[in-house]
């Protein structure tokens, strides 16, 4: 059981804030060293998102096809064929836009 006089004094100090000789300099320490980790984080996310293949979703295949301007029998069989073939739908979308058309028409007739 506490006394009376401890109560009061623990309520006295709750609220205070100790503070330490050369506390800026601590203080500033301790920013650097958050940036740095920040830093490492992002970092690591970067190298992360790079080592993991892209996904790309059917609606997108289907939106870079369409906006190729395809006859719609064209759209269709390269749709498909696409999404039949990952490793043809990945060359499809790592050609840069000017050059998909004329890939496509070689990825179809292979």
């Known amino acids: ?5 401890t109560t009061s004094q623990s309520a006295q100090f709750k609220g205070k804030k100790r503070k330490v000789s050369g506390g800026d300099d601590i203080d500033a320490d301790m920013i650097k060293i958050i940036q740095l980790v920040a830093e490492a984080i992002k970092e690591g ?3 992360l998102e790079k080592s993991q293949p892209q996904v790309y ?19 269709m ?3 498909l064929l696409l999404i039949e073939n990952p490793v043809k739908k990945k060359a499809f979308f790592g050609c840069p836009f000017e050059g ?5 028409g070689r990825l179809m007739h292979d």
């Open 77 to 79: 069989d390269a749709y």
């Open 45 to 47: 996310n970067s190298i």
């Open 100 to 104: 998909r058309k004329n890939l496509l």
């Open 1 to 5: 059981m506490t006394s009376p006089g």
């Open 57 to 75: 979703s059917v609606q997108e295949l289907w939106n870079d096809l369409e906006a190729l301007e395809l006859p719609s029998t064209v759209l």
